[in-house]
Nanobody, 123 residues
């Protein structure tokens, strides 16, 4: 089992920045690919970003490219999502996901999910 706990969400004005963190415990963190998803009210959950277990490859949905950066620190068992130039449409509950297979992370079928952290961007 892997337990994931997100933090760092909050209320920010458009154009501002936030850094989300996802702390993992349980099995060896460095064995898992990680990702972030988000879900806005009334909308389906959508993929945001992913990172391989070694951190050598990242992938983003088009709407966040150039604004968001995913990274990980395997020594701290933590994955991050740096979000810059935030827009009101980024408002959502952000979830961390982990799986041994990167494709499962990207498809949203990962084995382990956190409870989410709320990000609200005001205009």
């Amino acid at each position: 089992q892997v337990q994931l706990v997100e933090s760092g969400g909050g209320l920010v004005q458009a154009g501002g920045s936030l850094r989300l963190s996802c702390a993992a415990s349980g099995r060896t963190f460095s064995n898992y690919a990680m990702g972030w998803f988000r879900q806005a009210p009334g909308k389906e959950r959508e993929f945001v970003a992913s990172i391989t277990w070694r951190g050598d490859s990242t992938y983003y949905t088009d709407s966040v490219k150039g604004r968001f950066t995913i990274s990980r620190d395997n020594a701290k068992n933590t994955v991050y999502l740096q979000m810059n130039s935030l827009k009101p449409e980024d408002t959502a509950l952000y979830y961390c996901v982990a799986d041994a297979v990167i494709w499962a992370v990207r498809r949203g079928t990962g084995d382990y999910w956190g409870q989410g952290t709320q990000v609200t961007v005001s205009s």
